[in-house]
């Protein structure tokens, strides 16, 4: 059992080791969030292969989000989704109130600008989860107020 | 299921960097680099939350690191050996590594470390308790070695006050 603040802190580093090679011209320049989006893909990928290893053949599309708003929120993050809003036309938002990789920096509107560098492993995370479940997704975040945010998942219809 | 969240990650993050430098050697520098910047913010989660006092001298800290410090944070304790006679120097013997649960090297990896995040957070861990230590592998299960063994050697007490790099 590895520790969790040893996720966390991990995690933090990722976006500042990338955006500072990206600063020195490492790396190519603006593509952090792409990286880290990728990065968070593979980590979906692997993870939602083993939670899913033991459990009933998911009904539909809705069964799937759902899934991903309890089990598979609450062993990465240690928390459920607040609320999942759908149009039923293949658009759903996931909200959380109390978003884990967003507590540590402080509440309110001050570094707001810096929230979306923590949001993109989250998205890719997400993204790949639902492409290893067979639904081909774009998922992005948006943050008013930390540390609330919400992930809005359009589903690609094939 | 929290560990494969981060040797998941850690393996995702490993990915990117061979993507991003061409060779391994500067794999492995950002790799240490970003375990010292986790290592110098890691410690003051630790002393928060093991209650350790100060070490009388390395063995303890030797101790404290493989007992607590693995076990807290890695689930895992290695053994402690191959001392060097003059006290300063010594090895972790990490039986399995879980940074490397589902990882095969590619032949054309032959020279990355890995886990060389570990080093780096050692080393900055013990930075900030005023330790200069020398952190390396020796041994690798990754490269046919039998057991992975870290090898840390004391260089010097830091007296100044002021953290390595802020003037």
């Known amino acids: 059992m590895a520790d969790e603040a040893l996720f966390l802190l991990l995690h933090s580093e990722m976006v500042a080791g990338l955006y500072r090679a990206a600063e020195q011209g490492e790396g190519e320049n603006g593509r952090c969030t792409t990286k880290l989006e990728s990065m968070g893909f593979r980590v979906g990928q692997g993870l939602i292969e083993r939670f899913t290893k033991d459990t009933a053949r998911f009904k539909d599309e809705l069964d799937i989000m759902k899934f991903i708003c309890k089990d598979f929120w609450t062993t990465v993050f240690k928390k459920q989704i607040d609320n999942l809003r759908t149009n039923h036309q293949g658009i759903y938002v996931l909200q959380d109130n109390k978003f884990r990789l967003l507590t540590q920096m402080s509440a309110g509107k001050q570094y707001l600008e810096h929230a979306p560098k923590y949001l993109a492993f989250t998205c890719g995370l997400i993204r790949g989860g639902l492409s290893n479940l067979g639904i081909k997704s774009i998922v992005t975040a948006e943050v008013s107020s930390m540390p609330a945010c919400k992930f809005q998942v359009m589903i690609q219809k094939i | ?167």
């Open chain 2, 1 to 167: 299921m929290n560990s494969e969240l981060f040797t998941l990650t850690y393996g995702a993050l490993v990915t990117q960097l061979c993507k991003d430098y061409e060779n391994d050697d500067d794999v492995n520098k950002q790799l240490d680099k970003m375990g010292y910047n986790i290592g110098v913010r890691l410690i003051e989660d630790f002393l928060a939350r093991s209650n350790v006092g100060r070490c009388h001298d390395f063995r303890e800290t030797a101790d404290v690191i493989a007992k607590i410090a693995f076990k807290m944070y890695l689930g895992i304790t290695p053994s402690i050996t191959n001392w060097s006679p003059g006290g300063d120097e010594f090895s972790l013997i990490l039986e399995n590594n879980p940074l490397v649960d589902f990882v095969e090297l590619p032949d054309n990896h032959s020279t990355l470390i890995y886990s060389n995040l570990l080093c780096g957070v050692l080393r900055g861990a013990l930075e900030m308790v005023q330790m200069a230590v020398d952190v390396k592998f020796v041994q690798d299960t990754l490269k046919g070695d039998s057991v992975t063994e870290i090898r840390m050697k004391f260089i010097r007490r830091i007296e100044d006050n002021l953290p390595a790099g802020e003037e």
